[in-house]
């Protein structure tokens, strides 16, 4: 399928709904992505949907609510199917994010993973919807553990003002975090340091080029004409 993915850096408008611009700490890249013909449905359409999680587990272990998976022990990360789990109490972070997302469970549980089979499912979750701005996506080292991040940080990634809040997220290892931007038909790539934004975004530069995509880095005015 002919298409392209393309990335802004630094992104200024309001109009993709993607949190208060400049953040206070670190950078926002906006990736985006057309294909031919035009998808019908909003979201992320499954040939990117795989290029972006291919590339997300191989810069990155990533982090993410999911209700495809059961609830663990409240509180510890447990072993599940090659990834890691973790559920939160039901009446902590749970219904404090249900009041914000019409039909996420009220077991909030986070699955932590560095395949892309598991990450594509981010992408395609009623609960947690992409298409509504409905999920959160915390990415830390490839190589270390499952992030202990807690109820008020985890809450406030689904707030308006989320970009005010990422900050926080270092303590827990978290280096970045993805979110879904208006109408989720772009992605919003938060990155605490250009080092690993570089990594990042290196790996969608080519899994893009692999999967037989047109890969560009573009002005935010271009970006909005594509």
């Not at 499954?46 to 998976?69: G, I, W, Y």
């Not at 009220?106 to 298409?131: C, K, N, Q, V, Y």
């Not at 280096?175 to 919003?188: I, L, M, S, Y």
């Amino acid at each position: 399928m002919p298409g392209s993915i393309f990335v802004c850096r630094d992104p200024a408008g309001s109009q993709w709904q993607v949190g208060q611009l400049p953040p206070a700490t670190g950078a926002i890249a906006l990736i985006g992505w057309s294909l031919t013909p035009a998808p019908v449905d909003g979201g992320v359409p499954d040939a990117v949907a795989r290029v972006l999680a291919r590339a997300l587990t191989s810069a990155a272990r990533v982090t993410f609510p999911s209700s495809k998976v059961g609830a663990a022990a409240p509180g510890a990360w447990s072993p599940h199917d090659g990834d890691s789990i973790r559920t939160a109490s039901p009446k902590g972070v749970a219904a404090r994010v249900a009041s914000r997302l019409t039909g996420a469970p009220r077991d909030l549980t986070l699955i932590s993973t560095t395949r892309a089979e598991t990450a594509i499912g981010l992408f395609d979750d009623g609960a947690f919807p992409w298409w509504l701005q409905g999920q959160a996506v915390l990415l830390s080292a490839p190589d270390a553990a499952p992030p202990d991040v807690d109820e008020t940080s985890l809450v406030a990634l689904f707030e308006q003002r989320w970009t005010a809040a990422v900050a926080a997220l270092a303590r827990f290892g978290v280096q970045g975090v993805v979110r879904p931007g208006v109408d989720g038909d772009v992605a919003a790539l938060w990155t605490a340091g250009s080092a690993f934004e570089r990594i990042v975004l290196g790996a969608l530069e080519r899994e893009t080029r692999a999967a037989g995509f047109d890969w560009a880095v573009v002005p935010e005015a271009e970006f909005a004409l594509k």
